[in-house]
């Protein structure tokens, strides 16, 4: 029997800041579960991996953290400076050597919140190089766990190059010149590799020093692709006790965050790996949960112009978010609060920590901004029935209606701006529906307007399948039909996509005058979309939508709102803005810099 399962249950988690050098890094203390008086001499350090991995491991980390708290280990989870809700961004300077101090900082916060002797560093991938590269320049763990860690910056590079190759050859948007500004560098799935930070990423390597890490090490090896030794041959050859292990779950864990399984055999496996090495003894008097931290931001270009504080509300406290203010008071702005939801199951930093950045530009101006988690999704429990990462789920638009009386209560904004992409577009509109006090909502890239379940919704954000004014433009271009030859085309998709397309059509034109509009009096009635855009324009709320060029989303507003949404565009209160060359989450950065532009200009003109 696993050691894990017997477990008493832990105490409750809480959000935590600290600092090193004037960077302030947030993360999650979970203290551990006390056994008849006894809990074990040892601190547990997770250590993210960067860029979109840490948004793929997020809610496993959390699993695991939660799981060896309750077998009696501290835990401490946090954001390397520059990632995820600590303060920075990724053209900050030294970016090696922030993140390698950072683990060293998180594990002198550890240490002192929990009063253990001893500590253990957890990373997956370039996470796990990170506490390597830590515990070998510092004297900081007894072991260290690293699943499929990099040996070296280079090898992360690599990857990375491949990655943006395979998508650059994938796409059939061509490039659009944008001036993304000074020391670009290179891209790695919508986050930046600074010049800099790609020659220090050159320099760093676990092959080239001679101090041992950790006197125990544990190398989980990936199941889906042939592991190198030569890690394992060099840390055996400075002094430490290396265990190699190939666990299941790797692949399933690294899909986006709807579909990835939690490995838990693996995190099983690391849990009694740990606890074997640290046993139960007399626990030591616990500190108090700290008080709220209230982390110092800078919007992009500013040091610190902006302070964020973690928030629960709801009837029970169960939801989890972070507000953002301007330090500065920016006049009348101040009464307006913008809420930025979920994108799927990613948690509130959003796709390619966009939220972040928007809520820190929008809060340096004067509007107060909060990015939250609705139930099942990041730190917010799922309500009791129902599950973790359920999409489209009619009951999240309550979570959402608690973020909206939560502003108004303990804000005083009088004014609230909802701003979702993709499913939190969905969200956001029937929370818009069910709310007339809403003054605006921004919906970026909504794939539908309505569900039910059993939907789905592959068909529709398949990056094969395009508005149909596309294939009019294109269909005679020789260059479409060069991929046809080759195969890059999937004829079959596309024939199935477009024929849906237009009987939805055909079915949406036939049924609007027999359909509903108003979600509240019949919740089993399909929704007529088009009455609904009328009649939340006819109150004066006003809506921007707001697609990617080719978003597989198109077709479903042309479906419902008629081609260029012509059926609601007259009003005063919409508009509907295109962004050529975007994908579906703006990943490119000259993307998401013209998103956020479009943002600011839309809230400064209706409340600036």
């Known amino acids: 029997m696993s050691v894990l399962q017997s477990a008493p249950q832990a105490p409750a988690a809480y959000p935590v800041a600290f600092d090193r050098e004037g960077r302030q890094l947030f993360g999650w203390y979970h203290p551990p579960a006390v056994r008849e008086g006894q809990t074990r001499d040892c601190a547990v350090v997770m250590c993210n991996p960067i860029g979109y991995d840490a948004i793929c491991t997020y809610r496993h980390y959390r699993v695991l953290a939660f799981q060896l708290a309750e077998a009696g280990f501290a835990v401490l989870r946090y954001d390397h400076h520059g990632t995820g809700d600590s303060a920075g961004n990724d053209e900050d300077p030294k970016r090696i050597a922030a993140w390698i101090n950072g683990v060293s900082r998180a594990v002198e916060f550890a240490q002192q919140r929990s009063g253990a002797s001893k500590v253990s560093l957890f990373g997956v991938r370039f996470g796990g190089t990170l506490a390597l590269a830590a515990a070998s320049a510092q004297t900081l763990a007894t072991s260290v766990v690293a699943w499929a860690p990099f040996a070296s910056g280079a090898l992360y590079l690599r990857e990375m190059r491949v990655l943006r190759m395979a998508r650059d050859t994938d796409s059939d948007t061509p490039p659009v010149a944008h001036d993304a500004g000074a020391d670009v560098g290179e891209e790695a799935a919508g986050y930046l590799l600074t010049a800099s930070t790609i020659a220090e990423l050159g320099e760093l390597s676990l092959l080239a020093g001679n101090a041992p890490p950790a006197a125990e090490i544990l190398l989980l090896a990936r199941d889906d692709i042939p592991s190198s030794e030569k890690l394992a041959r060099h840390l055996i050859k400075t002094g430490c006790k290396v265990e190699q292990l190939t666990v299941p779950g790797y692949a399933a864990m690294m899909l986006d965050t709807f579909d990835a399984v939690v490995p838990q055999a693996a995190l099983t496996e690391i849990g009694n790996w740990l606890c074997e090495r640290y046993g139960l003894q007399a626990s030591k008097p616990a500190l108090p949960a700290s008080d709220v931290p209230r982390l110092i931001a800078g919007s992009r270009g500013a040091e610190s112009d902006v302070a964020e504080t973690p928030v629960l509300f709801g009837p029970e406290g169960q939801f989890f978010g972070i507000v953002s203010e301007s330090l500065i008071p920016q006049g009348e702005r101040g009464g307006t609060g913008v809420i930025f939801v979920n994108v799927g199951s990613n948690h509130h930093i959003g796709p390619n920590r966009m939220y972040v950045t928007q809520a820190r530009a929008l809060a340096s101006l004067g509007f107060v901004s909060l990015r939250m988690d609705i139930g099942g999704v990041g730190e917010s429990p799922a309500s009791p029935g129902h599950a973790e990462n359920h999409l489209y789920a009619m009951h999240s638009v309550a979570d959402v209606r608690c973020a909206v009386q939560f502003m108004r209560d303990h804000k005083q904004v009088t004014k609230v701006v909802l701003i979702g992409v993709c499913s939190g577009a969905y969200l956001s509109f029937h929370t818009a529906l069910s709310?007339?006090?809403?003054?605006?909502?921004?919906?970026?890239?909504?794939?539908?307007?309505?569900?039910?379940?059993?939907?789905?919704?592959?068909?529709?954000?398949?990056?094969?399948?395009?508005?149909?004014?596309?294939?009019?433009?294109?269909?005679?271009?020789?260059?479409?039909?060069?991929?046809?030859?080759?195969?890059?085309?999937?004829?079959?998709?596309?024939?199935?996509?477009?024929?849906?397309?237009?009987?939805?059509?055909?079915?949406?034109?036939?049924?609007?005058?027999?359909?509903?509009?108003?979600?509240?009096?019949?919740?089993?009635?399909?929704?007529?979309?088009?009455?609904?855009?009328?009649?939340?324009?006819?109150?004066?709320?006003?809506?921007?939508?707001?697609?990617?060029?080719?978003?597989?989303?198109?077709?479903?507003?042309?479906?419902?709102?008629?081609?260029?949404?012509?059926?609601?565009?007259?009003?005063?209160?919409?508009?509907?803005?295109?962004?050529?060359?975007?994908?579906?989450?703006?990943?490119?950065?000259?993307?998401?810099?013209?998103?956020?532009d479009l943002l600011t200009q839309h809230l400064m003109r209706l409340y600036g």
């Open 435 to 596: 709310d007339p006090a809403i003054a605006s909502v921004v919906l970026i890239n909504p794939q539908t307007f309505t569900w039910r379940e059993g939907d789905s919704l592959k068909l529709r954000m398949s990056s094969d399948i395009r508005p149909l004014g596309y294939y009019k433009r294109n269909i005679l271009k020789p260059e479409v039909w060069l991929r046809l030859m080759k195969g890059k085309l999937n004829v079959r998709l596309i024939v199935s996509g477009v024929s849906a397309v237009l009987w939805r059509r055909i079915r949406t034109q036939l049924a609007t005058s027999f359909e509903r509009d108003d979600p509240a009096n019949d919740s089993t009635a399909p929704l007529n979309v088009r009455g609904s855009f009328r009649r939340l324009l006819k109150r004066g709320m006003n809506v921007y939508l707001l697609y990617s060029g080719n978003d597989g989303g198109l077709p479903e507003m042309g479906t419902q709102l008629g081609r260029g949404a012509s059926s609601v565009r007259k009003s005063p209160h919409f508009k509907l803005e295109i962004v050529d060359g975007a994908d579906h989450t703006f990943t490119p950065l000259w993307a998401q810099r013209r998103l956020l």
